[in-house]
T-cell receptor, first 116, second 119 residues
Framework: DTEVTQTPKHLVMGMTNKKSLKCEQH?????MYWYKQKAKKPPELMFV???????INESVPSRFSPECPNSSLLNLHLHALQPEDSALYLC???????????????FGAGTRLSVL | AQTVTQSQPEMSVQEAETVTLSCTYD???????LFWYKQPPSRQMILVIR??????QNATENRFSVNFQKAAKSFSLKISDSQLGDTAMYFC????????????????FGKGTSLLVTP
């Protein structure tokens, strides 16, 4: 089973709203990732969590706030977003972060976010 | 810096035919992983095949195989007996080290090749 589940599948929000994206995996993976994908572009890394601790923030604006409450769950809290933040947000997980062989990443189906 | 180049933005192939998607990359590392991911209209990013650089044998997964040329830094994907369900965006990706080994690795993607399989 290589399932990563993301909810919701679609989200429309105004620039003053606060919303959250959720990602779950039950494969025992200890590394989780958020990627942002604009239309017709490749995914770009936003955050990396390793053993529930934030290890990488790729200079993401503070209006995006990640949270990893436990090893199976990853959230992305959204506040005061801009229309240019509209994109597909992909979550991924891998067994570990260290060691290339343990870093094979498995992706969820993403949340399509529209900011009005 | 590692870069991944996919020079074919779009390709088309007829059902049951064979198609090859090209990918080149640039790195100074000697050991690394390369991947092909498939993203159909459903948006799910699906791992198709992976190759470890130190392995000379080309990886194969059913109808999917790679031609890995390490010296040329080339990593092409061959899809045999193409099926309508193979229609998708295909991304070549390089596993890059983030800052240090404790920070982990992330995927550096090419721009993708949109493959259309026609009846």
């Amino acid at each position: 089973d290589t399932e990563v589940t993301q909810t919701p599948k679609h989200l429309v929000m105004g620039m003053t709203n606060k919303k959250s994206l959720k990602c779950e995996q039950h494969m025992g993976h200890r590394a989780m990732y958020w990627y942002k994908q604009k239309a017709k572009k490749p995914p770009e890394l936003m955050f990396v969590y390793s053993y529930e601790k934030l290890s990488i923030n790729e200079s993401v604006p503070s209006r995006f706030s990640p949270e990893c409450p436990n090893s199976s769950l990853l959230n992305l809290h959204l506040h005061a977003l801009q229309p240019e933040d509209s994109a597909l947000y992909l979550c991924a997980s891998s067994p570990r972060t260290s060691g290339r062989s343990k870093n094979i990443q498995y992706f969820g189906a993403g949340t399509r976010l529209s900011v009005l | 810096a590692q870069t991944v180049t996919q020079s074919q933005p779009e390709m088309s192939v007829q059902e049951a035919e064979t198609v090859t998607l090209s990918c080149t990359y640039d790195t100074s590392e000697s050991n690394y992983y390369l991947f092909w991911y498939k993203q159909p209209p459903s948006r799910q990013m699906i791992l198709v095949i992976r190759q470890e650089a130190y392995k000379q044998q080309n990886a194969t997964e059913n109808r999917f195989s790679v031609n890995f040329q390490k010296a040329a830094k080339s990593f092409s994907l061959k899809i045999s007996d193409s099926q309508l369900g193979d229609t998708a965006m295909y991304f070549c990706a390089f596993m890059k080290l983030l800052q240090n080994s404790n920070s982990g690795y992330a995927l550096n993607f090419g721009k993708g090749t949109s493959l259309l399989v026609t009846p």
